[in-house]
């Protein structure tokens, strides 16, 4: 899979873009200004794979808890800024990895350089987030006066899928949204930039990406925005950040869920590791089940799942409840298990090593995953 070439940057001691692995994120769901409650919860995203953690900051009191959160972490602290540019400096000065800031809501070209002044000399990136949700007023691009976000015009615009060849579309303002600031940064000699374009809507969001990508070398953040809950919002994301990774598209990702952070992770997870682009960690393969299956498949499937969460090894691991695709399916795993009336047949790299009774198959499973992870470790 080729994979497009962008400029590396370096949050905390993450690298993105360049030759890096695709990075996971997630953001807290937590109040900041509750240091406890947050860090717990980023120390929870930590134990499960996150690699950067943003934070809302929604007042001065946030900034400032943000000093302490980032003592108490390992993993590198992004400051979600809207609306005001001051929220901004005060996170920078309590030492946070990165910066958001949203060109849609802070569109007073002074105050961006004010915050990219500070960034530059503390070596901090900016991550320029544009969200359809937040889009500034059509025509008002970089403009704060006369222009009401209840009549931005924005909705009227049509969608990619809904767009003539030269007509302005909702892809051409979040581009165009973007390079605004890009812009500005630019003027600055300041390159530590990271961007994403993110929108409901399937379609628009690929097409943002995809035009955003031709146009800078930057790393992009991926994501599909207020995807949903954990169900059909994994499922959307998986969509859409599916159709941009397998083109080459992205340097990190956020699953943007209705739902604990935790989720969003496991679901970034499981996005990367179907496109083979994350080796850490278990792969399942598991049988649908079906009328032919003679033992509860899907209990045992769900088992071994949760048991998987726990291997950091990439291994994979088969379970499979008929004669039909079950010996060929766990032959072709590192361990795997066939199910039958009662008991079932083990696999190792392709040998048949015993049959165990249908109570034992959890177990057995169990042993020869966390053999396989020590013979590696």
């Known amino acids: 899979m080729y994979r497009r070439i962008t400029k590396p940057i370096y949050i905390g001691e ?3 873009g ?14 900041t200004r509750d240091v406890t409650s947050t860090v717990n919860q980023i120390k929870e995203l930590e134990d499960v794979g996150c690699e950067i953690v943003r934070c809302a900051v929604p007042d001065m009191e946030a900034a400032n808890a943000l000093s302490q959160i980032r003592k108490q972490i ?11 540019y001051e929220l901004a400096i005060a996170s920078l000065k309590n030492g946070v990895d990165c910066l958001r800031l949203n060109p849609g809501n802070i569109r007073d070209k002074d105050k961006v350089k004010i915050v990219v002044e500070e960034a530059k000399q503390r070596q901090i990136p900016i991550r320029i987030g544009v969200n359809f949700g937040s889009l500034p007023p059509v025509g008002g691009i970089g403009k704060t006066k006369g222009m009401s976000r209840h009549k931005d015009g924005v909705n009227l615009l049509p969608k990619f899928a809904e767009a003539s060849n030269k007509e302005y579309s909702v892809v051409d303002h979040m581009v165009n949204t973007g390079l605004w600031e890009i812009g500005i940064l630019e003027d600055l000699d300041f390159d530590m930039i990271k961007i994403s374009l993110k929108s409901f809507d399937v379609a628009t969001t690929v097409e943002a990406y995809r035009k955003m990508a031709s146009l800078v070398p930057y790393p992009l953040h991926l994501g599909i925005t207020e995807a949903g809950t954990a169900k059909s919002g994994s499922i959307r994301s998986a969509v859409g950040l599916g159709v941009l990774l ?3 598209i992205g ?12 989720e969003e992770i496991i679901s970034g997870i499981e996005i990367l590791k179907s496109l083979d682009l994350r080796k ?9 089940s079906c009328g032919r299956a003679d033992v509860d498949i899907r209990k045992l499937a ?10 950091k090894s990439p291994i994979k691991v088969a379970v499979m409840g008929c004669e039909v695709n079950g010996p060929g399916e766990a032959k072709d795993a590192d361990v795997g298990i066939a199910a039958g009336n009662g008991r079932a047949i083990i696999f190792r790299k392709g040998e048949k090593l015993r049959v165990v009774k249908e109570e034992e198959m959890l177990e057995a499973l169990t042993q020869e995953v966390k053999k396989i992870e020590a013979s590696l470790n």
């Open 280 to 288: 850490e960690g278990a792969v399942l393969a598991a049988c649908p």
């Open 14 to 16: 993450v690298k993105v």
């Open 18 to 31: 360049g030759d890096a692995n695709i990075s996971i994120q997630s953001m807290t769901k937590t109040d």
């Open 246 to 248: 397998y083109e080459g």
């Open 251 to 262: 340097d990190t990702i956020r699953v943007s869920l209705s739902d604990s952070p935790v």
């Open 302 to 311: 769900n088992d071994v799942d949760n048991m998987l969460r726990q291997i």
């Open 74 to 84: 390992s993993i590198p602290l992004v400051a979600d800024i809207h609306f005001h």
